[in-house]
């Protein structure tokens, strides 16, 4: 078996504030996603699901609820060499605490990954949705003999410039790389792809950001310390010396790196048919298994709309939304458009009574809210309009930011009654 020789490497996030406010109090990999989920869970499930039990998960800072997170959710059994562990930056008297970019979080682990018996290192990104048996892609790097694969997807030109795109030889050996080119550049960067990719528009090999480095090579590039990014550096430094694979993935794949991706691909699982398949039996994604009551709903109207478990909804209507866990929602009151992660508890009556807010968890009555990420545990009031949309400029309050026409209601927030956005 080849993946007890593979150590998988999730990346989780750097400083970049591209999904804030989501990432003000947690790190990446803990935002909350579908409802139920993780970010990280991503990354680990499909690991788990291609028998890879080993991982480690880069984080720029320990977030008490990533922590939290992995502890309650990836029990493996005693007997097994199974683990997910998270590595924060640390402030040593070598570096002052910060990863500096993707290759030196890797570098400044490396110690951690030493200590493991391995062959190859797996490098995920923690912000991806996609479901990938990755023993594919490892038994295509051995049988070519690479040093180095990269999991690549066709693109078209708009999404080309947001990615490392490349060529390969018809070996599907990289030949040349550039991360992130210019549009005016694009035309000499394509190349032959499936006539049903080609009818797409997408002619642009991207590089998925998905990375497989045989031991020693990883150990060599990573000495070197002047290289911080895998996209900028050590992939367009490589090529030339070890032989570098393109391995091309055909199923669905998306960023979900900043608040407009991130918030299209959550809206993507009430699509009749979700790119993202969730209920799959043989890709099962995992999360946290936490004995929640069933949904109680009533006199709603639902389209397109997920709700997970523990949620109790009175609202009049709600269209193609995600409602996370032990959302409550009240009467005559309609969401559509709309991401609501839920809580982490439920408010007990003495809880309620002794609150001075007078504003219960959840949202409240007569509401109307369109186009909105709801983080987690607030408290929105009776006959609060939050139309989301382009109409709106960017800007931020202490309770929410706009981005992109989007509303983000930042965590634990309290919306006042007759609140209007
Ligand atoms: P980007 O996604 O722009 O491009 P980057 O921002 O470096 O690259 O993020 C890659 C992954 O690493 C993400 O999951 C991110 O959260 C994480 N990350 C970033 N900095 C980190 C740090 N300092 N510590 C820990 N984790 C960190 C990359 C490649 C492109 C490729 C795209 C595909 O550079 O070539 O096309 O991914 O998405």
Redesign the pocket.
Known sequence: MINNKVLSI???????S?LYPLTATRS?PAVPIAGKYRLVDIPISNCINSDIKRMFV???FNSASLNRHIKNTYHFSFFSSAFVDVLA?EQTPGNEG?????A??VRQSMHHFLSHDFEYALI?????LYQMDFNEMIDAHIKAKAKISIATIPVNAKDAT????LKTDDKNVITS?I??PDASLLPEWTSTVSPEMESQGKNHL?????YIFNRDLLVELMSNPDTN????EI?PQSIAKHKTLSYQFEGYWT?I?NIDSFFEANLGLTDDIPKFNLYDKDQSVYTRARILPTSKISGTALDRTVIAEGCIVHAAKIEKSVIGIRSRIGKETTIINTYMMGCDSYESLEEIESNKINILMGIGERCFIKNTIIDKNIRIGDDVRINGGKHLENKETDTYVIKDGIVVIKKGAVIPNGFVI
């Open positions: 999730i990346l989780g996030g750097g400083q970049g591209r990446k880069l984080t720029q930056a910060w990863f500096q970019g993707t030196d979080a995920l990104s923690g912000d991806q947001s990615f490392g795109i790389f991360e992130k991207a590089s998925m950001g998905i990014d895998f996209g900028k992939i960023d790196g």
